[in-house]
């Protein structure tokens, strides 16, 4: 099975749409609640703690490989790659 298309942002304002109280978490198709009520629940659930345990990685990981790239005699701040690492890192990053 796998998991709820992203993307998925959560709310904790639109309560009206889950049974127990928590964060609401939609998705593209709408509420996804969490708690055994969701057909994907599993799958989601996985994909969430995959999530957050590789997040400190590979935000460490992008910083990195930005600041390599910065110093090497060869980098350029309009290459795509290097646009996307960026854009990568403020949304891990919350900005």
Not at 10 to 38: F, H, N, W
Request: negative net charge; contains cysteine.
């Amino acid at each position: 099975m796998s998991a709820t298309p992203t993307p998925w942002y959560a709310s904790a304002e639109d309560m009206s749409t889950i049974p127990s109280r928590g964060i609401a978490i939609y998705a593209k198709q709408g509420p996804l609640e969490v708690c055994p009520a969701i057909a994907n629940r599993t799958s989601d659930a996985a994909l969430i703690v995959t999530a957050v345990n590789a997040h400190d990685d590979l935000v460490d990981a992008l910083r990195d490989l930005l600041r390599v790239a910065e110093t090497s005699g060869d980098f350029s701040e309009e290459w795509p790659e290097v646009q996307s690492a960026r854009a990568a890192l403020a949304k891990a990053e919350g900005r």
